[in-house]
């Protein structure tokens, strides 16, 4: 019989952690506990509300309603329906993952098409810009000259979905005026609000669950790097974020704002989670952010030259 080496690659990963647990319990409990509480105190605060109205507006069929006032703006230059430019909207100005949660939500309810789903995947899922700007910013120690660091977060995954519509995307989206081919039924405010509420509790646990696994990794850098702090905390960044963030402080801004980029081994954790249930690719959603990473990698790079 023909082994699988993912099998035994799985299991030697689940059997070398369970034995890190045990031989150091204490600084295991102490990383779990930091991914719990900035799960509690972090996400759950910022990011369940959201979930739960967008969750109501798709619902109640409100996207294309919600985003009118923007269409001017934005149609030119994506040429897409309303219910894309919501996800666009919600996923910038939201923050991760609610660029993947919205995007599952409309393709599952046939609301847009794969191709379009795929589109909103590769640049809409980013950090969210109340996060940046009051969490992570402060603590790289960069209190001015916020607007470049602004335009390489978001402008630049703009910039990349406005590229990607005219050329990879150019035959295989709608016209911006043509709707879904069926209307999805409408939910009354009530169960609309119920159903809503009860999926935002299902995937703001599975994300903190992730969080907590994610956070207790961190585990393994501190015993392989216990003299290099910088490494450590690089290490604990790739794994995730806002952990590592905190560990690096005003350290190696650089590498914090190209980690941020990225989104860290967690949050594309996360965003598989998000997208369970439905056939769009993980795989082609991460090589768009690593091409978005370097994109911003080098972006950052010069502006810290510049700078000096």
């Known amino acids: 019989m023909r082994k699988n080496p993912n099998l035994f690659l799985s299991t030697g990963a689940v059997f070398i952690l369970t034995i890190v647990i045990l031989l150091y319990p204490s600084e295991c409990l102490l990383y779990a506990c930091n991914g719990l509480t900035l799960w509690f105190e972090k996400m759950i605060p910022t990011l369940f509300p959201f979930m739960v109205l967008s969750g109501i507006m798709i619902r109640m069929d409100l996207t294309d309603s919600f985003v009118k006032l923007v269409k ?23 923050g991760f993952p609610m660029g993947a ?12 098409t794969k191709s ?8 809409c899922n980013n950090i969210g810009p109340v996060y940046f700007i009051s969490f992570a910013l402060p603590t790289m120690g960069v ?9 390489g977060m978001y402008g630049i995954p703009l910039l990349y979905g406005i590229f990607l519509r005219h050329t990879l995307f150019r035959n295989h989206l709608r016209a911006h005026y043509e709707q879904a081919e ?21 995937g703001i646990t599975k994300l903190g669950g992730y969080m907590i696994i994610f956070n207790l990794l961190n ?8 003299k290099n702090e910088t490494a450590k905390a690089v290490v604990g960044t790739f794994l995730e974020i806002t952990g590592g963030l905190t560990s690096l402080g005003d350290s190696a801004p650089v590498v914090s704002l190209i980690m941020l980029s990225f989104g860290g ?8 989670s998000s997208l369970q249930g439905t056939d769009l690719s993980l795989k082609k959603y991460v090589i768009h952010k690593m091409i978005l990473t370097v994109l ?10 510049v700078s000096f």
């Open 72 to 94: 001017p703006f934005f149609t030119p230059l994506f040429r897409v329906n309303g219910n894309c430019l919501y996800a666009i909207i919600t996923g910038f100005l939201c």
């Open 101 to 112: 949660v919205v995007t599952a939500q409309l393709y599952d309810r046939k609301m847009i």
């Open 116 to 123: 379009e789903a795929e589109y909103l995947l590769s640049f």
């Open 143 to 151: 209190q001015n000259k916020v607007m470049p660091f602004l335009f």
């Open 182 to 202: 069926k209307n999805p039924p409408v939910t009354s405010l009530l169960k609309a609000m119920d159903e809503s509420v009860m999926s935002s509790l299902t």
């Open 219 to 226: 585990v393994f850098p501190a015993l392989f790097f216990r």
């Open 265 to 272: 081994l967690s949050c594309i954790a996360q965003t598989n």
């Open 296 to 305: 911003c990698a080098g972006y950052y790079i010069f502006l810290t030259l």
